[in-house]
C-alpha cells in the first residue's frame, strides 16, 4: 500500500506563489512516475505537472513559464513551485504517484487526499 501526503496549499493574492509538497510513503519497490492534477469546482480533474523517473516532464499549457515541478527521489517527494499565480488556478490539487509495491511488481496508480489553493484578493 502507498499512502500520499500532501501539504502547502492555501489562501493567496492573484501574483502570489505557494509550494506545494506530496511524501510518498509505504511499501514502494519502485516509482515511475509523480505529477499533479487538479479539480476546480464543476470542471473535470486535469494534469497540471508530470515528471516520468529519469524522462520527460510535462506541463499544462496554462501553468507553463509559472509552475515548475520538481522531485527528491531519495526521499520520494514531489514538489509544484507556483508563481504568478492567478484566480484561474484555484482548484483542489491532487498528488498522484505511478509506483510499483511487492505486492504485484506492478505500477499503479495512487491518489493523495487534495489540498486546496484559493487565490483571490
Known amino acids: 500500500q502507498v499512502h500520499l501526503v500532501e501539504s502547502g496549499g492555501g489562501l493567496v493574492q492573484p501574483g502570489g506563489s505557494l509550494r506545494l509538497s506530496c511524501v510518498a510513503s509505504?511499501?514502494?519497490?519502485?516509482?515511475?512516475?509523480m505529477g499533479w492534477y487538479r479539480q476546480a469546482p464543476g470542471k473535470q480533474r486535469e494534469l497540471v505537472a508530470f515528471?516520468?523517473?529519469?524522462?520527460?516532464?510535462n506541463y499544462a499549457d496554462s501553468v507553463k513559464g509559472r509552475f515548475t515541478i520538481s522531485r527528491d527521489n531519495a526521499k520520494n517527494t514531489v514538489f509544484l513551485q507556483m508563481n504568478s499565480l492567478k484566480p484561474e488556478d484555484t482548484a483542489v490539487y491532487y498528488c498522484n504517484v505511478e509506483a510499483v509495491t511487492p505486492m504485484t511488481f506492478m505500477s499503479y496508480d495512487y491518489w493523495g487526499q487534495g489540498t486546496q489553493v484559493t487565490v483571490s484578493p
Open positions: 515528471s516520468r523517473t529519469g524522462g520527460s516532464t
Open positions: 509505504g511499501s514502494i519497490v519502485s516509482i515511475d512516475a
